[in-house]
């Protein structure tokens, strides 16, 4: 059980472009999620909290009119990067948590190039 | 979150145990110590976490000091494909958001 799809696992894109990536609570419901960003050896830095039917919670310094989260219903949360710039390519992994016996489940992450 | 320290690296030869420790001396009463581990390029994997007892389960064993200021991850018998880096967290808040340090990054040899 509790098990978080993401897609896509990864993309390129151009510069300029938008890209949405889905996170999904595949059998059981999330009213939060989390949006992690990871650059190469780096550990995992928190960009924002998803909160279902409202507005989600940026961490500091990350911008939130790039990096647009929605989270419409109670198993899918999206974040797209628009406007997308090289310095956006990164490892984007979500999460839903709370989940008493496997803790807080992530997604296989989404590996995002911008050229 | 409560603030964690952990070694930045450990070796352990395959087979035998690895001890992973964590420091969280700021960890209050209520609070559960939580370890995670990301193999390369794959999203993070929930281990185990526990809050005052021992805790074993498939996976490894969590084994927390009575005074909860530190705790240990034990994989009893590591392979090579435990080859990782392991995140003790503990959480803190009402959203309950992890907070990721730097971990340790396991090599697990021949």
């Known amino acids: 059980g509790a098990v978080v799809s993401q897609h896509p696992s990864w993309v390129i894109c151009k510069s300029g472009t938008s890209v949405k990536i889905e996170c999904r609570s595949l059998d059981f419901q999330a009213t939060t999620m989390f949006w992690y960003r990871q650059f190469p050896k780096q550990s995992l830095m928190l960009m924002a909290t998803?909160?279902?039917?409202?507005?989600?919670?940026?961490e500091q310094g990350v911008e939130k009119d790039k990096f647009l989260i929605n989270h419409a219903s109670l198993t899918l949360s999206t974040l797209t990067v628009t406007s997308a710039h090289p310095e956006d390519s990164s490892f984007y992994i979500c999460?839903?948590?709370?989940?008493?016996?496997?803790?807080?489940?992530f997604g296989s992450g989404t590996r995002l190039t911008v050229v | 979150d409560a603030k964690t320290t952990q070694p930045p690296s450990m070796d352990c030869a395959e087979g035998r145990a690895a001890n992973l420790p964590c420091n969280h001396s700021?960890?209050?009463?209520?609070?559960?110590v939580y370890w995670y581990r990301q193999i390369h390029s794959q999203g993070p994997q929930y281990i185990i976490h526990g809050l005052k007892n021992n805790e074993t389960n498939e996976m490894a064993s969590l084994i927390i000091t009575e005074d909860r200021k530190s705790s240990t991850l034990i994989l009893p018998h590591a392979t090579l494909r435990d080859t990782a880096v392991y995140y003790c967290i503990v959480p803190t808040g009402t959203a309950s958001k992890l907070t990721f340090g730097t971990g340790t990054r396991l090599q697990v040899t021949l």
């Open positions: 999460s839903a948590g709370g989940v008493s016996n496997y803790g807080y489940t």
């Open positions: 700021t960890i209050s009463g209520n609070e559960y």
């Open positions: 998803s909160n279902e039917g409202s507005k989600a919670t940026y």
